[in-house]
């Protein structure tokens, strides 16, 4: 079945397809794309269709403003206290310090005012984190050392909230660390994810982990939030990196609606900060804006600009308030199915109409990375969601662009094989000189009937004595014996440079300087001509029939161009130099064995020639007779068997002509 074309073809698109499957199955399984394409496509997915910011959010910001105020840094733990009391003032849901505590400050007095604030507050979680390396545990993270905030601190605080960053391999946050546990096997939860369960009032302590999916009761609906394996939940990006305070301060708080509203410390201290924008909301403290804390990352959609780690959790905690989580990737299946359907449309595409196929395919794969998008961004519309919503596999997907370059490179492998092999077998009917003028003059548009003007030199070979010959052989073995000469002619015919115009019978016509011109033409036909009569009588030697030649040659001025119909025609000369070219093989001038050449072309040979004046012929329609020779050597070629010259000089030809 390989053996025919088409079908092996189909057998090898049909290979590559399931090879292509067969690999996206296996990348699937090994992840092999989640740090790569899948994350660019992940965070495309996150920067094109943002999901809302409500004014749910406030961030506190220790930026340089407050620092410059104070003079001082790190801050008096004072001045956290106369934040809180601040906070206090203006009824907050939730106060969240992504500030650590984890040492006694210089001043007792100041650790004594900041937890009386803390305790007053009621509702202020303070940070604390794993320290080292984690080990991975079931969808969590295990620290051998957790740091807490002191003991003063801790107690009089409404819960301890995680803010351990994890960031993928190529420096990005993509996920928040939800749960991680202490040596002992204590769980703690997340800060964001604290802050949010008492904006909506779920119940943690009544939270379950189901597979990979955290399950919170909350009395408008449970939060179902997808955990990898280490605990981190995908976070909802609703805004790019907020502008910073100084920048702010220009245009009024918190005026442009996209971006998360972001206060300084200073200024709510003050009281200079609009009720409205802490009243009943989640108030976040943390650095912002500041330069000697570098606590900022790269984000899905920062832009080139990092995003501080307090807005990170800002960000976190409006996913769970939206209850939506972006997942990675879709479902293996879902995932496979597609990449089966785009890769074998475009497979088809291509075996089709090969470039313009994989063109087309190409296109076919932007609309699906498009439409993909587009579905997305429909799915995340609305300000609530429905839990986790799967961002579309195209990084998996895309990969069927390899396999349609190896799809298209195979087929024009094989085109390329089919035309040289058509090239092979067109060269068997015409020289390969032909051949390429053919196929260059079909590529520009140009085949067509006429010809032009060139000077050539035409070869003519005669088998002497072909009648007395063929008597006594089966059309069979005659047949046999004629391709066995022509073929040993032609092979030193084409080292000579000459192009095999056509076979008459018993006789052969070469052709030099057309279609392809060719320095020393005349020479190279006679040298050819002499080497062919060595070869011819080599063979006959060797036992074979008593078959013998006669070459007659003449270089002139032809018509040379395509003849015949539009839908059949052929290369070939016509003229008065290829007449006089034919009669040279007359019996009595390109006697057994000999090669006679014209005037013409002797003049064209230089001086290391012996040759014997035949005489001349008188040719039809001229009215000077074409004085012709015998060749017998030209430089180190020698005729073996060269005839004498004849007793009587031949005064006409006997051969009928070339027509």
């Not at 990675?328 to 995932?335: D, Y």
């Not at 799809?407 to 390969?432: D, I, K, W």
């Not at 040993?488 to 016509?509: A, L, P």
């Not at 029939?545 to 070459?551: E, I, L, N």
Request: aromatic residues 8%.
């Amino acid at each position: 079945m390989f053996s025919k074309r088409q079908r092996r073809q189909r057998a090898v698109v049909a290979a590559l397809a399931v090879l292509a499957v067969l690999f996206g199955a296996v990348a699937l399984v090994t992840q092999l794309f989640d740090t790569t394409l899948q994350t660019a496509i992940y965070d495309k997915a996150i920067d094109i269709s943002p999901a809302q910011v409500k004014n749910q959010i406030t961030i506190v910001a220790v930026d340089d403003l407050t620092i410059s105020k104070y003079d001082v840094y790190p801050l008096p733990r004072r001045a956290y206290a106369d934040l809180i009391r601040a906070l206090r003032a203006q009824s907050p849901t939730v106060i969240a310090m992504d500030v650590s505590f984890y040492d006694r400050s210089p001043s007792p007095e100041d650790d004594a005012l900041l937890a009386s604030a803390i305790k007053d507050a009621g509702n202020v979680i303070l940070a604390m984190q794993g320290a080292g390396d984690g080990m991975l545990t079931d969808h969590s993270t295990k620290f051998a050392v957790v740091q807490l905030p002191i003991a003063q601190l801790s107690s009089a605080a409404a819960g301890l909230g995680s803010v351990n960053v994890t960031a993928d391999p190529d420096g990005h946050v993509r996920d928040a660390q939800m749960r991680i546990e202490g040596p002992d096997g204590t769980t703690y939860y997340a800060l964001p994810l604290l802050a949010a369960a008492r904006q909506v009032r779920a119940d943690l302590t009544k939270a379950s982990l189901t597979g990979d999916r955290l399950v919170i009761p909350a009395p408008l609906g449970q939060r179902v939030l997808p955990l990898n394996q280490r605990g981190g939940m995908p976070v909802y990006y609703a805004s790019r990196p907020a502008t910073s305070t100084t920048e702010q301060q220009k245009v009024g708080f918190c005026a442009n609606p996209l971006e998360f509203c972001v206060v300084s410390m200073k200024d709510v201290i003050a009281g200079a900060v609009p009720r409205d924008l802490i009243v009943g909301r989640t108030v976040f403290v943390g650095f912002h804006s500041v330069s000697a804390v570098p606590d900022d990352y790269p984000v899905p959609n920062s832009v080139g600009r990092k995003m501080f780690g307090v807005e990170i959790w800002a960000n976190t905690a409006q996913s769970i308030f939206t209850n939506r989580y972006p997942v990675l990737e879709q479902g293996f299946i879902t995932t496979l199915a597609q990449l089966l359907l785009v890769t074998l449309g475009g497979m088809l595409l291509v075996v089709r109409w090969r470039l313009w196929g994989f063109l087309a395919a190409l296109g076919v794969l932007v609309l699906y990375i498009a439409g993909a998008y587009v579905l997305f961004s429909l799915q995340t519309q609305g300000a609530v969601g429905n839990g986790p919503v799967e961002v579309p596999s195209i990084g998996y997907v895309i990969p069927a662009a390899f396999w349609w370059v190896i799809g298209l490179g195979y087929l024009l492998f094989e085109e390329q094989l089919a035309v040289s092999r058509t090239q092979n077998t067109f060269g068997r009917f015409v020289t390969p000189a032909v051949a390429r003028t053919i196929m260059d003059r079909e590529e520009t548009g140009q085949l067509a009937l006429g010809g032009e003007d060139r000077r050539v030199t035409v070869l003519f070979g005669d088998i002497r004595g072909f009648t007395t010959i063929s008597e006594g052989m089966t059309p069979a073995i005659l047949l046999g014996h004629l391709n066995r000469y022509f073929d040993g002619m032609v092979t030193i015919v084409n080292r000579y440079e000459g192009s095999v115009n056509k076979y008459n019978g018993d006789n052969i016509m070469v052709i030099w300087g057309a279609p392809i011109e060719v320095a020393d033409e005349a020479r190279k036909a006679v040298e050819c001509a002499l080497e062919m009569q060595k070869w011819i009588q080599a063979e006959r030697a060797k036992g074979g029939p008593d078959v013998s030649f006669g070459f007659g040659i003449n270089t002139g001025h032809v018509v040379a161009g395509f003849l015949g119909a539009l839908g059949r025609m052929e290369y070939t000369v016509i003229g008065d130099t290829a007449n006089v070219a034919s009669r040279l093989t007359s019996a009595d001038i390109a006697r057994r064995d000999q090669v006679a050449c014209s005037a013409e072309t002797l003049g064209e040979l230089g001086s290391d020639v012996d040759y014997v004046d035949l005489g001349a012929i008188q040719v039809k329609g001229r009215a000077e007779p074409v004085a012709c020779y015998q060749i017998n050597r030209i430089g180190a070629l020698t005729n073996p068997n060269a005839a004498p010259a004849p007793p009587i000089r031949v005064a006409s030809a006997a051969a009928a002509g070339f027509h």
